[in-house]
C-alpha cells in the first residue's frame, strides 16, 4: 500500500484503483496536455498534437521519451520499442519514417502502453515478449523476466563445460 493508505480496495489511494482510473483516462486527454489526477497524483502529460491533425512518427517518440524520463533507465529505447509495438512493425520501421503520420489508432494505443511504462510496469510484460539469448519468448504477468546478467551467467556455465564433453543446449 501507498504511504498513509490501508490498502483496501475502494479507498482513493489503494493501487488497483489508481490502476484502474489510470486504464481509463482517455488516450486523447493525454495527448492534449492536460493534467493527469491519477489517485491525487498530478503529472503534467504533453506527448503530442491533437491526433485529429496528426501526428509524425518523430513528434511521438520525443514526446514519449520527455514522458519517460522520470520513470525508466533508457526512455528513448522504451519509447521506441512501445511505438514500434503500437504500431505492429519492427523497430527499424519508425526510422524509415520518422516524417510519416502514425495513424490515430496506433497513436492512442501508443499513448496508453506510455501509461503503463509511465507506472512501472516492464517493458516485456507490455509487449508480451522479451528476446533472450536470440530467442524470442512470450512474457505474462507470471513470467520472472530474464535479465541481462542472466544472460552471462549463462555463458560463463557454458565456459565451465571442457570443449571435448558434447553438450546441447
Same mark, same amino acid.
Given at each position: 500500500?501507498? @504511504? /498513509?493508505?490501508? /490498502?483496501?480496495?475502494?479507498q482513493?489511494?489503494?493501487?488497483?484503483?489508481?490502476?484502474?482510473?489510470?486504464?481509463?483516462?482517455? +488516450?486523447?486527454?493525454?495527448?492534449?496536455?492536460?493534467?493527469?489526477?491519477? /489517485?491525487?497524483? +498530478?503529472?503534467? @502529460? +504533453?506527448?503530442?498534437?491533437?491526433?485529429?491533425? /496528426?501526428t509524425?512518427?518523430?513528434?511521438l517518440?520525443? %514526446?514519449?521519451? @520527455?514522458?519517460?524520463?522520470?520513470?525508466?533507465?533508457? !526512455?528513448?529505447?522504451?519509447?521506441?520499442?512501445?511505438?514500434a509495438h503500437?504500431?505492429?512493425?519492427?523497430?527499424? $520501421?519508425? $526510422?524509415?519514417?520518422?516524417?510519416?503520420?502514425?495513424?490515430?489508432? !496506433?497513436?492512442?494505443? $501508443? %499513448?496508453?502502453?506510455?501509461?503503463?511504462?509511465?507506472?512501472?510496469?516492464?517493458?516485456?510484460?507490455?509487449?508480451?515478449?522479451?528476446?533472450?539469448? +536470440?530467442?524470442g519468448?512470450?512474457v505474462?504477468?507470471?513470467?520472472?523476466?530474464?535479465? !541481462?546478467?542472466?544472460?552471462?551467467?549463462?555463458e560463463?556455465?557454458?565456459?565451465?563445460?571442457?570443449?571435448?564433453?558434447?553438450?546441447?543446449?
Amino acid at each position: 500500500p501507498l @504511504r /498513509g493508505c490501508s /490498502g483496501w480496495p475502494g479507498q482513493a489511494c489503494c493501487p488497483l484503483r489508481i490502476c484502474l482510473r489510470a486504464v481509463w483516462l482517455t +488516450s486523447a486527454d493525454l495527448l492534449r496536455g492536460q493534467q493527469a489526477n491519477i /489517485g491525487g497524483m +498530478s503529472a503534467e @502529460r +504533453s506527448l503530442a498534437p491533437d491526433l485529429a491533425t /496528426g501526428t509524425r512518427t518523430d513528434e511521438l517518440l520525443s %514526446a514519449g521519451t @520527455r514522458w519517460l524520463e522520470g520513470s525508466s533507465d533508457s !526512455p528513448r529505447l522504451d519509447a521506441e520499442l512501445l511505438l514500434a509495438h503500437a504500431l505492429e512493425k519492427p523497430r527499424t $520501421y519508425l $526510422y524509415q519514417t520518422l516524417s510519416a503520420v502514425v495513424p490515430a489508432a !496506433p497513436a492512442a494505443r $501508443y %499513448a496508453a502502453l506510455l501509461g503503463q511504462r509511465a507506472a512501472h510496469r516492464p517493458l516485456a510484460q507490455i509487449t508480451g515478449t522479451r528476446e533472450f539469448w +536470440s530467442f524470442g519468448l512470450k512474457v505474462t504477468a507470471d513470467t520472472l523476466i530474464p535479465r !541481462p546478467e542472466t544472460e552471462l551467467l549463462v555463458e560463463l556455465a557454458l565456459k565451465q563445460i571442457p570443449p571435448e564433453r558434447q553438450h546441447a543446449i
